[in-house]
């Protein structure tokens, strides 16, 4: 069963400042996507991450992947207020399910 | 744009009633999904259907819970008797390979 790790769990901070979210997964899985979640809405994909090493970048979001780690970061360069949201990592395993992480709930404060 | 569909997005029922949940998918997406999210959770898989088959509904409460996709287009899923902890946020995907794609979801709260 893939169990997926993110951390940190909570995190706030300043506009501008820059901070990366980890996220850890347990077993084999060479594609991984990355939602943001506003409050009482539903999921927005954010990144498709589909080989180790690859790399995509949007805005003041940039995702990255390693498979032999197990490891995807997301990272956040000179933070808005507008980013303030809840981000789920979610790796894809056998038979193309998905598993999410718990979320790490972004706030940023102006 | 084409989005996948909910209804309804918000239902309150009381305990032991019956409560469905109707899906429409992107046109064209084969696979769809349901997942219950919980307050402070990630999203958990309940059903997972490629066109009319059920591929995995290993986290589903089969006692109380059931999803059906007669004709591989829209979906249903039901819960009858609803409990107090089926309060949750109810959400449907779609893909056409791999990547979801997410309705509004139906917030369902059980009194």
């Known amino acids: 069963e893939l169990k997926v790790e993110q951390n940190p769990l909570f995190l706030s901070m300043q506009e501008g400042k820059n901070y990366t979210i980890y996220c850890n997964y347990s077993?084999?899985?060479?594609?991984l996507y990355w939602y943001r979640q506003d409050p009482g809405k539903s999921l927005e994909s954010l990144f498709v991450?589909?080989?180790?090493?690859a790399v995509k970048q949007e805005g003041r979001l940039m995702a990255s992947l390693d498979t032999k780690a197990r490891l995807s970061t997301l990272h956040i360069t000179a933070a808005v207020h507008d980013l303030s949201a809840t981000y789920f990592c979610?790796?894809?395993?056998?038979?193309?399910?998905?598993?999410f992480g718990i979320g790490t709930k972004l706030q940023v404060i102006p | 744009e084409a989005e996948v569909a909910q209804s309804p997005r918000y239902k309150i029922t009381e305990k032991s009633q019956a409560v469905a949940f109707w899906c429409d998918p992107i046109s064209g997406h084969a696979t769809l999904y349901w997942y219950r999210q919980i307050l402070g959770q990630g999203p958990e898989l309940l059903v997972q259907?490629?066109?009319?088959?059920?591929?995995?509904d290993s986290q589903l409460p089969k006692d109380r819970f059931s999803a059906e996709r007669l004709k591989g287009v829209d979906s249903t899923l039901k819960i009858q008797p609803a409990e107090l902890g089926d309060s949750a946020m109810y959400l449907c995907a779609s893909s056409f390979s791999s990547e979801q794609y997410f309705g509004p979801g139906t917030r369902l709260t059980v009194t």
């Open positions: 077993t084999t899985s060479d594609r």
């Open positions: 991450l589909l080989s180790n090493g």
């Open positions: 259907f490629q066109d009319e088959s059920v591929v995995d």
């Open positions: 979610a790796p894809q395993g056998s038979y193309q399910k998905v598993t």
